[in-house]
T-cell receptor, first 111, second 117 residues
Framework: DGGITQSPKYLFRKEGQNVTLSCEQNLNHDAMYWYRQDPGQGLRLIYYSQIVNDFQKGDIAEGYSVSREKKESFPLTVTSAQKNPTAFYLC??????????FGPGTRLTVT | AQSVAQPEDQVNVAEGNPLTVKCTYSVSGNPYLFWYVQYPNRGLQFLLKYITGDNLVKGSYGFEAEFNKSQTSFHLKKPSALVSDSALYFCAVREGGLTGGGNKLTFGTGTQLKVEL
């Protein structure tokens, strides 16, 4: 089956710890994206990557980092510098123009 | 800059009645417009898109949307609502024809649709 997978579905961390969220796609899409979703705020773009070994900051990149070493993978690290990391994180991919396809999401809770 | 407005946080409709979820947009050039649906604790599912062509776009699960350039709107519609349509709906836009800036979409804040028996 083609699609986007995110793991884990739920993640719990203590404040001050870095945590990495996984995103893998087998759709052969060049572009990949990370969004954060908070209640009542819609989706906000964290980082995006149009091609391997290249990525750009989105609207709320502070406190996050990414890598794009393989076309299929676009992991997101939530660092201890992110002030409010508890949120639902969504990964997506797309061709150059058109709809984005989303993974099932990871709910991160930091206490 | 591109932006999207979904003026209603929640829409309530009785099963069997028609439903409309509103979306207005702002872009500098021609828009590419999208609708997505999200069920609780799930990712977004693509419903339909307008890139060019016919202003009435048909999508998944019996949904359709009408692109209205003069009103800068792209309202989502369905002739007969089902209880199973109850979910969170997002409208998204990007400016068409752009290259080099990626396929970045701007999402609205979402509209919760509740279909009751």
């Amino acid at each position: 089956d083609g699609g986007i997978t995110q793991s884990p579905k739920y993640l719990f961390r203590k404040e001050g710890q870095n945590v990495t969220l996984s995103c893998e796609q087998n759709l052969n899409h060049d572009a990949m994206y990370w969004y954060r979703q908070d209640p009542g705020q819609g989706l906000r773009l964290i980082y995006y990557s149009q091609i391997v070994n290249d990525f750009q900051k989105g609207d709320i990149a502070e406190g996050y980092s990414v890598s794009r070493e393989k076309k299929e993978s676009f992991p997101l690290t939530v660092t201890s510098a992110q002030k409010n990391p508890t949120a639902f994180y969504l990964c997506a991919s797309s061709i150059e123009i058109g709809e984005q396809y989303f993974g099932p999401g990871t709910r991160l809770t930091v206490t | 800059a591109q932006s999207v407005a979904q003026p209603e946080d929640q829409v309530n409709v009785a099963e069997g009645n028609p439903l409309t979820v509103k979306c207005t947009y702002s872009v500098s050039g021609n828009p590419y417009l999208f609708w997505y649906v999200q069920y609780p604790n799930r990712g977004l599912q693509f419903l339909l898109k307008y890139i060019t062509g016919d202003n009435l776009v048909k999508g998944s699960y019996g949904f359709e949307a009408e692109f209205n350039k003069s009103q800068t709107s792209f309202h989502l519609k369905k002739p007969s609502a089902l209880v199973s349509d109850s979910a969170l709906y997002f409208c998204a836009v990007r400016e068409g024809g752009l290259t080099g800036g990626g396929n970045k979409l701007t999402f609205g804040t979402g509209t919760q649709l509740k279909v009751e028996l």
